[in-house]
């Protein structure tokens, strides 16, 4: 080799290097990239994919490494037809920022547009142009360099001819489609396409070698090694821009100390004591002094305007800590009373703005869009963009498809998938695991080794782009000065990029259940806001099970506790909030919760220190601020470690990163005068705790909602079912809503020829439906009906058509309607024991039973799934461990419960329903219900609908009754007629 040859290698820079971000085309992650060309030495290297969403990852990535990022994208080139139309040929040239505001108002003006004319490309400043791919169509006084890269040779050659005949510089960058050549498999999998040429990132030799030998001469290629050098050396050192921190004129003090006058005279704070004062000063300075005044008076003048044209949620999230948010209206939670922190709102360790995350009526969240734009500048506000990785599950789809291997391999491993969170070190390995942990993905490794081999690599890298579902971006410049800004007003980065920038972000959630109550039209905002939470007939909604519509409250498992807990306080809504979630339920706290909170066990805790921070809560811990008060106070914690604690909590951090601090807990609580075994209990009890615990802000606010909805039953029983109906999600909820009305004796019509609308109404008295609930009446033709009622034009033809359509929602309880005759005689469906059929809501815990149920659902796993096997102590199941869970509905009950075939029992009687049966069968089952949860264990089971008529001409069975049978006698189960299924 000559002395060139030996010096083409060393401190080589990428100038064009593609990522993943680039989707469906190239596969590697920002850090398989940056391992890839730390191997070969390069100490610079430049991301130009098709859009921008890679920068801030990369430049994050490189914060403590030694490589340099510079920063680039590809810009297509637009071509017209001799008509002059455009034609959707648009080869890609790309730039690389040398101004980086200049280079995003580029990007963003390509973006906007689908790309630039060559004209439009020759005109960038701030900017290195490159023609890559359109160099036939540029001028080279459109662009600065010609790059060469061993993709296409062809390409290359022409490039060389170019830059022969007009003397224009060349550079030498790749073209990967993937880190390195061992990524092939994984690249494959992703379907990013079987390429020719050298599509990995490689040193020059290779290139060299592989291609670009056979278009250029040495000289030329020692030529084009100096200039690549030369460009790197040129753009070294950029770091992003950071946006200036939001200002808005205005006095937070002044409007702090109006909103004050405001809730004093309102009613809605009885006194001004010290604690307010000392809390007021607190905050404003805290505020001032992270220079956070303008944030707030942002968002405060946001939600005046809002408030103007619809209902806004009370608060949610840490928001609700904060009494500055409460005066100035922000919020409509006052933290004093429920004892809400500050600081789990305003961290006093960081200088980032705290989230201020805001609700608002689903149907009118877009005015919230529109006023932001009107006030800052349509340029200076922006949708937040978001970017989708792939879950272990969508991977075995992929790879299953581009492998042809059938959906039931597949399928059996999906539903063994170990889920982490991504707290946890294990997150993105939950497929890898799954594959070597579970004898579902033991056995697809050995049947299909190749697929196995690129599959657990898939997980996390990115998919695609799409729009945050509540993310608006606020500025008081240009957001297209920071980032690239799309044609829908979609910046190209997420929420974590947001914040990296320094880009105001404000959360404008739409809540549907604010729409709901808007809709109604019979109460205000400022009624809600200022309601009594203790009024009893509000509360009583809950005791008496009228839950339909209530906020929250819908599901079957926080309808099981609820009706477990007399609920006669606001106080217990928000427990009930905290409690009613897989983690508390499945742990064993909720029913320690319910049996003292009822008076049959007594309140006690572990060290009678603990009594100021679960007094409230029965000695249960909910929150996770009784978690921060007490590992501050008792454990002498500082704030930066209480909010290491809070930060663990909030993203489910694992048993490991909690039992890094017990010593420091301990040692704290010792020096308080608690002895060293009593404190690691309570440790021990936190972190069982701190992996479910609640953010008691949150939980209060949306208490809060909850108890406006009850308020609503309560008080505006019509108004508020007809406008729960108009936005029921489903039928399914649609019957649960009128199931109720019906049950309380108020009466409904699915449809009236003579008063029904478009949709459901509150009128004389009743609920009526709407004409779109009769089969063949759409909004057209529906529509067209009232039109003609109105005017007088309706004959008695168009009146019998209707009555003559199929209504829905004319029968309510299809189980009874189909098998009413099985409830009133089970010996016809061959129960021979003399026990009755129950509905499943009537079935009380540890009970047996007999059920009628429709199938909604079938689920197949394994016993051992690492994580069963981790909450089993590590014993594994011996021989068949694949059970099946049934999710089943009958007329009791408005949501599925689970019904389970265990392991032992799994060949016997589950594997053929697993196979064969339809989702909407109807089955007899036997079984035993789990306490403490909506579960049950299924001894014995047979599919009727195939086997036995619907009810017989003539039977008409009892109404459904709302009385339980006899709880506390399992009675002996005998096989129906003697042999079961």
Request: aromatic share 10%.
């Amino acid at each position: 080799m000559s002395i060139n040859q030996e010096m083409w290698d060393v401190q080589f820079p990428q100038l064009r290097v593609r990522t993943g971000f680039h989707t469906r085309e190239v596969y590697g992650r920002i850090k398989d990239i940056a391992d890839r060309l730390r191997d070969i030495g390069s100490p610079v290297f430049s991301v130009v994919d098709w859009n921008t969403f890679a920068h801030i990852p990369l430049e994050q990535h490189l914060k403590k490494d030694s490589m340099s990022p510079l920063f680039g994208v590809e810009i297509p080139i637009l071509t017209y037809d001799a008509e002059g139309e455009l034609t959707p040929f648009k080869p890609k040239a790309w730039i690389l920022a040398k101004d980086l505001k200049a280079f995003y108002n580029a990007s963003t003006k390509s973006a906007k547009s689908g790309g630039l004319t060559p004209d439009e490309f020759g005109e960038l400043q701030g900017v290195l142009r490159f023609p890559g791919g359109a160099l036939h169509l540029l001028d080279c006084d459109q662009y600065d360099y010609i790059d060469i890269n061993p993709a296409s040779v062809v390409q290359a050659f022409a490039g060389v001819q170019t830059a022969r005949e007009t003397g224009w510089p060349v550079v030498i960058t790749s073209f990967n489609d993937m880190p390195k050549i061992e990524d092939a498999s994984n690249a494959y999998a992703w379907e990013v396409r079987d390429s020719v040429g050298l599509r990995t990132l490689e040193l020059p030799s290779v290139m060299w070698d592989k291609a670009l030998k056979y278009v250029m001469s040495e000289e030329e290629f020692d030529d084009a090694i100096v200039n690549t050098i030369g460009v790197a050396a040129q753009l070294k050192g950029q770091t992003l821009n950071r946006a200036p921190i939001i200002h808005l004129d205005g006095d937070l003090m002044t409007l702090a100390r109006e909103g004050q006058e405001y809730r004093l005279k309102m009613g809605q704070i009885k006194e001004w004591t010290k604690e307010y004062e000392d809390r007021f000063i607190l905050e404003i300075e805290m505020i001032q002094q992270k220079q956070f005044d303008s944030y707030f008076l942002v968002v405060a003048d946001l939600i005046a305007y809002a408030k103007q044209h619809m209902l806004v949620g009370p608060g949610r999230g840490s928001s609700a800590g904060s009494l500055i948010c409460y005066l100035i209206g922000i919020t409509e939670i006052d933290p004093i009373p429920y004892d809400l922190l500050f600081f789990r709102f305003i961290d006093i360790g960081r200088s980032d703005l705290p989230d201020i995350d805001i609700d608002f009526a689903d149907s009118k969240r877009y005015m919230v869009f529109d006023y932001l734009k009107e006030k800052y500048g349509e340029v200076n506000v922006s949708k937040m963009g978001n970017i989708s990785t792939l879950k272990a599950a969508s991977v075995m789809a992929q790879v299953g498809k581009k492998f042809n291997i059938p959906f039931g391999e597949t399928a059996n491993v999906k539903t063994a998938i170990i889920e982490y969170s991504s707290a946890d070190e294990r997150y993105g390995k939950g497929l890898e695991d799954t594959l070597h942990k579970t004898s579902p993905g033991i056995s697809f490794m050995e049947r299909y080794p190749e697929a196995s081999e690129c599959m657990g690599d898939l997980e996390l890298h990115p998919s695609h782009y799409g729009v945050h579902a509540a993310g608006i971006l606020v500025c008081n410049e240009p957001i297209q000065d920071f980032c690239t800004v799309n044609a829908e007003g979609v910046a190209q980065l997420d929420k974590h990029g947001a914040e990296y920038l320094n880009l105001l972000k404000i959360d404008a959630l739409g809540l549907r259940t604010l729409g709901i109550i808007d809709d109604t039209g019979c109460v205000t905002a400022d009624e809600l806001y200022s309601l009594d939470y203790n009024d009893p007939l509000v509360l009583d909604v809950l005791n008496s099970g009228r839950v339909s519509g209530i906020f929250q409250f819908e599901g079957d498992a926080v309808r099981s506790v609820t009706r477990s807990v007399d609920v006669d306080s606001f106080a217990k809504i928000d427990h009930l909030t905290a409690l009613a979630r897989p983690g508390p339920l499945g742990s064993g706290m909720a029913n320690l919760y319910i049996e003292r909170a009822s008076g049959r066990e007594p309140v006690s805790y572990e060290i009678p220190q603990l009594e100021p921070y679960l007094k409230d809560t029965f000695g249960v811990f909910l929150y996770q601020e009784q978690i921060m008060g007490v590992v501050k106070d008792i454990g002498c914690f500082d704030w930066e470690k209480t909010s290491a604690i809070r930060k663990g909590m909030a993203k489910s951090k694992g048993e490991e990163f909690f039992n890094s601090m017990i010593g420091d807990f301990v040692k704290g609580a010792v020096s308080n005068g608690i002895k060293e075994e009593d404190a690691r209990r309570v440790w021990g009890e936190m972190v069982a705790f701190g992996a479910w615990g609640f953010n008691k802000a949150h939980s209060c606010s949306y208490a809060a909602v909850t108890y406006w909805t009850c308020y609503m039953k309560a008080y505006h029983r019509l108004e508020f079912a007809a406008a729960c109906l108009r936005a029921a999600k489903d039928d399914t909820q649609t019957i649960s809503i009128l199931r109720e009305l019906s049950r309380e004796g108020i009466p409904y019509v699915a449809l009236d020829v003579d008063h029904s609308e478009m949709n459901w109404k509150a009128v004389d008295g009743k609920v009526v439906g709407g004409i779109m609930n009769a089969k063949g009446y759409g909004p057209v033709t529906a529509t067209r009906y009232i039109d003609k009622r109105n005017a007088g034009l309706l004959t008695e033809k168009d009146k019998e058509k209707l009555l003559k359509a199929e209504w829905k929602f004319s029968d309510l309880y299809e189980a009874h309607t189909k098998w009413g005759h099985f409830y009133e005689r089970p010996e016809l469906v061959g129960v021979s024991s003399g026990n009755p059929i129950v509905n499943m809501a009537d079935v009380a815990d540890r009970d047996n039973c007999l059920v009628i149920a429709k199938l909604t659902k079938k689920v197949v796993s394994d016993m051992n799934e690492a994580v069963r096997i981790k909450k089993r102590g590590g014993k594994r199941i011996n021989g068949q461990s694949i059970f099946l869970d049934m999710f089943l509905v009958d007329d009791s009950i408005d949501s599925a419960l689970r019904f389970r075939i265990k392991h032992e029992k799994y060949l016997q009687m589950g594997l053929e329903i697993a196979e064969t049966a339809p989702l909407g069968s109807w089955w007899l089952i036997k079984a035993w219900k789990l306490p403490e949860i909506d579960m049950f264990i299924i001894k014995n089971i047979k599919r009727i609908d195939q086997e036995y008529d619907i009810n017989p001409a003539g039977f008409k069975p009892e109404p459904i009754s709302e009385v339980r049978y006899e709880s506390g006698n399992p009675y002996p189960m005998g096989d129906w007629d003697k042999g079961g299924a």
